[in-house]
């Protein structure tokens, strides 16, 4: 279950699934938010680097080039 903060916190300390590790996280409307330590390591959709990777790669194994083929006129 997700805890709820009172408004005059600012951060706290939490599980990051991105580092592997304890964390401190600001907290946004009384809930928790991103990560503050994390930095350069994540790119805008709060990834890291292997698993922008990772999705990537899925999503290239996923596609079907051959399904639809390009027509021509």
Known sequence: ????????????????????????????????GPCLEHGPKVNANGLSKSQARHREKTAKENRQPGLFPPRTP
Not at 7 to 27: D, E, G, I, S
């Open 1 to 32: 279950m997700s805890e709820h903060y009172t408004r005059n916190t600012l951060q706290c300390t939490l599980w990051c699934n991105v580092c592997n590790r304890l964390t401190q996280h600001r907290v946004d409307g009384g809930r928790k």
